[in-house]
């Protein structure tokens, strides 16, 4: 695509812009904003990106997978800053899933050892642990406390605190594993996937489109399920002492 | 006579606010006391730190004469049985909720044995199959104890079991909570709202405000109280 056809892309912003002028949403700053953020970013990245791609080093292979991984659990701890120690069980959560699912890539040669594979892949696995993260942790916290009775039962029956939290916990998980498993039952019908639609835009063949996209959706299922189980078996302890009593928040 | 619990000096707060001030006494073995005094008075809490759902910043606590750090926190709470107020039920039947003590320690409880706790608390077999959710809540209450007398507690601990029940409900608990006390000789601590519940069910009554013991000693207490601050909460309560 010519820079000046991308220019003429801005027709797009125009159109919401105009709309929003016209019946007051008061959305034009904020619509500005995130035009300039999203043209700025993403260039920066598309440059961060060609560099590591022709330098071919495993260093800047490694950086760039650690700011991903970085700058997600950063985004996701907030929605657990109630369960203690939180970042690291985050990033210790998303470092396991990105070396399980590199290994097995990289391991098996189903995907080449380039930057190119490693560094797009490692941002859809990260991107979707760290909303999976987000949405376990959410669930995690809204039923420890709507079921905080519950717990207590357990407890006072002579329960672990495992055993007090184990149907809490079970709830969250399959939680925040539903959208990622719905999704994938109408991927195709509804909508085609972004990365999938990339390709065939950039002139790859829809069977080879189509064959990455289920290794992706492959993975991303295995992403979700290890995020919210991990995250959930190294989140709940944190709620309860050495006495088994569960803590106060 | 024995205790089977004994405070001594016992003090709990929760940030910088105390709960519990220097509680000192005992609740006797194969006795039912009951805990009145008004909301916010710490009854409660002293309920949760019996079997250490909770424990105090100081003081001592014994559980039939073994200070309760000496005991594995699981072994004291199925010694220690609680009822809470709000009676929860895990999702499923009757004979799920009754099963549950047992299925913590990986075993099974029979039909018969299920059949038979109900039976214990004047609660029909055909409930068994009940979803729990569709209890009154007398029967709630009811499942409530004999899901927690299935560990065969030696203590029952009761938090305001009856608060939310009507009159007929309250007399069939209270009868119950007399027939476990004599049939098992379990030791009975319980919260009640109620005084005259206090008075017919107890046989010694601890009246507590504002994180202190005020009056302690047989139920009857409540009918003379010698304190003026028991005094007064007996007459607003009693009218």
């Known amino acids: 695509m010519s820079l000046t056809a991308l220019s003429i892309s801005l027709i797009f912003v125009l159109i919401p812009f105009i709309l929003s002028k016209t019946f007051n949403l008061g959305l034009e700053k904020d619509t500005i904003i995130a035009v300039v953020r999203s043209i700025i970013q993403l260039f920066v990245v598309g440059y961060v990106l060609k560099f590591v791609f022709e330098s071919e080093s495993i260093v800047y292979i490694l950086l760039m997978v650690g700011v991903m991984i970085a700058a997600a659990t950063q985004n996701a701890r907030k929605k657990g800053a109630a369960i203690k120690g939180i970042t690291w069980k985050i990033a210790v959560t998303l470092i396991f899933i990105e070396v399980l699912t590199q290994a097995i890539l990289l391991g098996f040669q189903i995907t080449p050892h380039t930057a190119q594979y490693i560094i797009p892949i490692s941002g859809m696995v990260v991107g979707n642990g760290m909303v999976l993260a987000i949405l376990f942790l959410n669930r995690f916290i809204a039923e420890t406390a709507a079921h905080q009775d519950q717990t207590e039962l357990i407890l006072s029956l002579g329960g672990t605190p495992k055993q007090a939290i184990h149907r809490q916990l079970i709830a969250a998980i399959k939680a925040s594993m539903i959208p990622t498993i719905e999704s994938q039952k109408t991927i195709g019908l509804v909508q085609l996937p972004g990365m999938m639609s990339g390709q065939i835009i950039a002139g790859a063949s829809p069977i080879q489109a189509v064959q990455f996209q289920l290794l992706v959706l492959f993975l991303l299922l295995t992403a979700a399920a290890v995020t919210s189980i991990m995250l959930g078996f190294l989140s709940y302890p944190t709620l309860f002492n050495k006495q088994m009593q569960l803590m106060r928040r | 006579m024995k205790s089977a619990i004994q405070f001594n000096d016992v003090y709990y707060r929760i940030d910088n606010l105390p709960i519990l001030k220097q509680i000192t006494g005992s609740f006797y073995e194969g006795e039912i006391t009951t805990l009145v005094g008004p909301s916010g008075a710490g009854k409660t809490t002293l309920l949760k730190l019996c079997n250490r759902l909770l424990s105090p910043q100081s003081g001592d606590i014994y559980i ?169 909460f007996v007459k607003g309560e009693w009218g």
């Open chain 2, 64 to 232: 039939n004469g073994k200070d309760i750090r000496d005991w594995d926190p699981i072994e004291l709470r199925r010694n220690v049985g609680m009822a809470l107020q709000s009676a929860p039920m895990i999702d499923g039947s009757v004979e799920q909720n009754l099963a549950l003590p047992l299925e913590l320690q990986g075993k099974h409880l029979s039909e018969h044995q299920a059949k038979d706790l109900l039976k214990d608390v004047g609660l029909s077999a055909e409930l068994l199959q009940r979803n729990s959710k569709e209890l009154s809540g007398g029967q709630r209450q009811k499942v409530s104890i004999a899901r927690t007398l299935v560990n065969r507690p030696q203590i029952l601990l009761l938090d305001e079991i009856t608060s939310s029940l009507d009159q007929v409900s309250q007399k069939e608990i209270e009868e119950l909570i007399i027939k476990i006390n004599r049939k098992f000789g379990v030791t009975i601590v319980w919260i009640t709202h109620n005084l005259q519940q206090a008075v017919d069910v107890g046989t010694y009554t601890w009246v507590m405000m504002a994180g202190e013991i005020i009056e302690a000693g047989k139920s009857d207490l409540l009918r003379s109280p010698s304190n003026d601050r028991v005094k007064q």
